[in-house]
């Protein structure tokens, strides 16, 4: 039962060690996506359907392993109400995206969009300030948990990003918005009536950063407003870096293709050629 309840199945003690193993993983994971990624590109005949097939992938994989780690925590007596739930922001992936996946015109622009948006902020900020990176290794249970759910939330974005799948759209922000607010208003009442702090309603202690639980605690019932209003930034952010990025990529695009478009042969053209030949 070690690999369920120790701390660090290999014996490797300090954060330091730890993050090691979850960096080389995560460059192992960007590798493997790019490489992914090309080969989806390239295989233009079932382009369509692979894509869709891999986005159900990393679907099923996040929603079985989150089923998992529910099962280990009944059975190792580790359940509890106010902090085993798949109600956590990283959790909404699971619910988003069957509209990703199976939904249609706006459905399936909302569901893109909070994968794209909130969704991958979440998955790189457990990477830049991975939680559970410190108390457990990779090679436990817990550490593969979060290791795989969050890759799923990686990968996701990027083959829906870079494979065409979707575009994001500031038309989209409102809609996404709007949908992420109905989904997350019950957790709200959760966190008061449990009590606990999924999506850090509540006191935001789970985020174990000074400063924010100081504004939680000051603003009390207000608290929740202030954190639809951060996620409604991170939503913007997150759309506008997206989009100005893939617009770079575009405008580099057609640079490099018109320069590689041969201009139509004159008097004068050939002047230049044998002048650049002598």
């Not at 922001?89 to 399936?108: D, E, L, V």
């Not at 449990?194 to 000051?218: K, L, Q």
């Not at 057609?254 to 320069?259: C, L």
Request: with cysteine.
């Amino acid at each position: 039962m070690n690999f369920f309840t120790t701390n660090d199945l290999l014996g490797r003690v300090g954060p330091f060690n730890k993050c090691i193993d979850y960096t080389i993983w995560y460059i192992l994971l960007a590798v493997l996506t790019a490489a992914f990624i090309w080969f989806l590109n390239k295989n233009k005949r079932n382009h369509v359907n692979l894509v869709k097939y891999s986005l159900i992938a990393t679907w099923a994989i996040a929603v079985t392993v989150d089923i998992i780690k529910i099962i280990v925590s009944v059975s190792t007596k580790s359940f509890v109400w106010n902090g085993s739930l798949p109600l956590y922001i990283c959790s909404i992936f699971m619910y988003a995206m069957p509209f990703a996946i199976w939904g249609k015109s706006k459905f399936k622009d909302i569901g893109c969009t909070y994968v794209c948006t909130i969704g991958l902020f979440g998955a790189i900020m457990n990477y830049i300030i991975p939680s559970v990176t410190y108390d457990y290794s990779l090679l436990s249970f817990w550490g593969l948990h979060t290791t795989i759910y969050h890759s799923m939330l990686l990968v996701a974005p990027f083959i829906m990003l870079c494979t065409g799948y979707t575009r994001l759209s500031f038309r989209n922000i409102g809609w996404t918005f709007l949908g992420f607010v109905c989904l997350t208003l019950p957790v709200v009442a959760i966190d008061y009536i449990i009590p606990a702090d999924y999506m850090y309603f509540r006191t935001a202690e789970t985020t174990s950063v000074g400063i924010v639980m100081n504004i939680a605690s000051a603003t009390g019932y207000f608290w929740p407003v202030l954190m639809y209003l951060g996620y409604a930034i991170v939503q913007v952010v997150m759309t506008g870096l997206i989009v100005g990025v893939n617009e770079v990529c575009v405008s580099i695009n057609k640079a490099i293709n018109n320069s590689n478009v041969e201009l139509p042969t004159t008097e004068s053209n050939k002047e230049e050629k044998k002048e650049i030949i002598k």
